[in-house]
C-alpha cells in the first residue's frame, strides 16, 4: 500500500503552529455495490413495472376550418357510372362535389321504398389507422354507418325519389342538437391520455371510408379525391401522406374541449374539395368521397 510520508522536526514547529494535512478525495470502489443500488435497481424497479396510462376515452365533436364545433356534417358517395363502365371509360357521375345516386350500385326503387335487407344491411365503414401506409399501419378504431333514408332520399311530399335520382349521402348530427339524424361516426371516442401529451396537444390519426354493399357483396374503396386515372391507379397514387386515399384527422385538446378536424393535403383538397367543412351560403359542412377501383 503506498503512503505519502512527512518528516516534521520538533525545533521547526514553534507556538501556535498548525499542521494541514491533505486528504485525497479521488477513490477507487473494489466492487459495483453503489453503482447497482443507484442505477441497476432503480432502472430494473422502472422496466418491470408497466407504465401507469389512463384508458379513458373520451368525446372528441367535429370542427370546421375556422375551430368551431359542428352539430352536423352529410357524407356525399360517388362511383363510376355502369354506362361509362360498359364504355371502358369508367367516370363518376357529374364533375364536381354532388353524390352518386343508387342506380349506380346495383339497387332498385323497391328496395329504397321498401328497405329491403339488401339496402339497410349496407354500411360504410370508416376506419381509423396511425399512419397513411397500409404495410406498417395498425388500424385504431372503426364505425359502421348504415344506409339511410333521409329527406335528401324523399320529396317534398316525403315520397321516395326515383332511382335514379335518388343521391347516395349519410346526414351524421350530434345527439342532443339534432336527434332526427343518424349519429353513428358523428363523434370519434379516443384516449384522453394520448392527445394531452402528443406535441400541441394534437394527436394525427387517418381515415379510410368503404362501402360495404350487400346488394353484390362488393367492397368499395373510396377516396376524398376524384384527382387519379381509374385505369391506372398506383399505390403511390393512394397511399402517404400525399396520397388520396388516407385522410388525416387532427385529433385536439382546445383548451379543455377535444375535438377533431379533417386536414385534407393538396390533392385532395383540390376544386370542387372533397372535405367543405366551411360551405359557403351556410350550407351543410360536407365531405364527398369518390370511388377509386373498377
Wanted: charged fraction near 20%.
Amino acid at each position: 500500500m503506498f503512503v505519502d510520508r512527512r518528516k516534521i522536526l520538533i525545533g521547526n514547529i514553534g507556538t501556535g503552529t498548525t499542521i494541514d494535512i491533505p486528504l485525497k478525495t479521488n477513490f477507487f470502489p473494489v466492487d459495483n455495490a453503489e453503482l447497482i443500488e443507484d442505477k441497476f435497481v432503480k432502472d430494473e424497479i422502472e422496466k418491470s413495472i408497466n407504465p401507469i396510462v389512463d384508458y379513458k376515452k373520451v368525446i372528441f365533436k367535429p370542427e370546421d376550418n375556422n375551430g368551431n364545433l359542428i352539430d352536423k356534417f352529410k357524407i356525399n358517395l360517388n362511383f363510376y357510372t355502369p354506362a361509362s363502365i360498359n364504355l371502358g371509360s369508367p367516370q363518376h357521375r357529374g364533375s364536381g362535389a354532388e353524390s352518386g345516386v343508387y342506380e349506380d350500385i346495383n339497387f332498385t326503387f323497391d328496395d329504397v321504398f321498401c328497405r329491403t335487407n339488401r339496402f339497410i344491411n349496407s354500411f360504410i365503414r370508416f376506419s381509423l389507422y396511425d399512419t397513411p401506409n397500409s404495410g406498417q399501419n395498425e388500424l385504431l378504431t372503426f364505425s359502421d354507418i348504415y344506409t339511410q333514408v333521409g329527406t335528401e332520399q324523399e320529396n317534398q311530399f316525403g315520397f321516395t325519389l326515383p332511382i335514379e335520382e335518388c343521391p347516395i349521402t349519410f346526414i351524421l348530427g350530434d345527439p342532443v342538437t339534432q336527434p332526427e339524424e343518424v349519429h353513428e361516426g358523428f363523434h370519434i371516442y379516443w384516449f384522453k391520455d394520448l392527445v394531452d401529451n402528443a406535441p400541441n396537444q394534437e394527436y394525427e390519426v387517418y381515415g379510410v371510408l368503404q362501402f360495404n354493399n350487400a346488394s353484390n357483396g362488393r367492397v368499395y374503396e373510396l377516396a376524398p379525391s376524384k384527382d387519379f386515372d381509374p385505369n391506372n391507379i398506383t399505390i403511390s397514387n393512394l397511399e402517404g401522406e400525399n396520397g388520396i386515399l388516407y385522410l388525416k384527422i387532427i385529433l385536439r385538446n382546445d383548451n379543455g374541449v377535444y375535438k377533431y378536424r379533417f386536414l385534407p393535403n393538396s390533392r385532395q383538397s383540390l376544386v370542387p374539395p372533397g372535405v367543405n367543412l366551411n360551405p359557403s351560403g351556410g350550407g351543410i359542412p360536407t365531405l364527398t368521397f369518390w370511388q377509386t377501383t373498377i
